[in-house]
């Protein structure tokens, strides 16, 4: 029993610490492209009882006043803004998608700490600009 515990103890640690600037954990989830391209599997309502049916600025709080699908409509990554904007809508999206996606409370908060100057958030604590959390999100877009 004792060395149960211990095992266990030590695998907790090992989590803890392999974490370094992890924000969120979570399963792979599904890119703009697929996002804008299925909207017939959008869920209109997120893991907290979320609308997710009104604009960008409506849910998130900052950014664009305009629909999710025209965020995901915006052209590509050719500027850090538009290409952010893109990979948070899809990691909304796939809060309601992927069972062990990140909780849609996680993604609107971690949009308000770093849009539009970048910043920090969770475990990075160090101040990343926003093209760096465009390639944060992106890196669990890519299913």
């Not at 610490?17 to 996002?35: D, Q, R």
């Not at 904007?85 to 909304?92: N, P, T």
């Not at 409370?105 to 958030?121: K, R």
Request: aromatic share 14%.
């Amino acid at each position: 029993m004792k060395k149960g515990i211990f095992v266990s103890l030590v695998l907790a640690l090992v989590v803890i610490f392999s974490m370094g600037n992890t924000v969120l954990a979570c399963e792979p989830g599904n890119s703009p492209g697929f996002w804008k391209n299925h909207t017939e599997e959008w869920n209109t309502v997120g893991t907290e009882g979320q609308d997710l049916t009104g604009t960008y600025l409506a849910i998130f709080g900052v950014g664009p006043d305009i629909s999710l699908l025209e965020v995901l409509e915006l052209k590509g990554n050719k500027d850090a803004e538009s290409a952010f904007l893109r990979q948070s809508v899809a990691s909304l999206l796939n809060t309601t998608y992927i069972e062990n996606y990140w909780h849609t409370w996680d993604v609107i908060a971690l949009v308000q700490a770093v849009y539009p100057d970048g910043g920090t958030y969770g475990g990075v604590t160090e101040y990343k600009t926003l093209d760096w959390w465009k390639d944060y999100l992106e890196s669990y877009n890519s299913r």
